[in-house]
């Protein structure tokens, strides 16, 4: 079930994702696209799921293959949803975080 799709905001701070969605445990995919061509280091960030950290100082052109045309996928599996909405929240170390897609499977 695709619940975001082209949620980055170029500019501005990407807001935390609170979504109604069925108790139960999920896979999240995230999708990043580095908008421009940006030096490492520029755009680092940690990602949570339901309050625990699932992507730890990610810097997406850090972590691809050098092209600022490269996409990065990340997955996290069995979050648990306890409470009727999945939250997802960006903190950031140096720029502001980017996502591009928000992939989520029961």
Do not use: M, T
């Not at 309050?51 to 997955?75: E, K, M, T």
């Amino acid at each position: 079930r695709l619940i975001g799709k082209g949620i980055s905001r170029i500019g501005k701070p990407l807001d935390d994702i609170n979504k109604a969605i069925e108790n139960g445990s999920y896979d999240i995919i995230f999708k990043f696209a580095e908008p421009g061509d940006i030096p490492v280091g520029e755009r680092v960030f940690d990602v949570f799921a339901e309050q625990q950290l699932v992507i730890d100082d990610l810097d997406v052109r850090l972590a691809r293959d050098g092209n600022h045309h490269s996409s990065l996928v990340r997955g996290v599996n069995n979050i648990e949803v306890s409470d009727g909405k999945l939250d997802i929240h960006f903190k950031p170390s140096a720029g502001q975080p980017i996502l591009s897609a928000l992939i989520v499977r029961k």
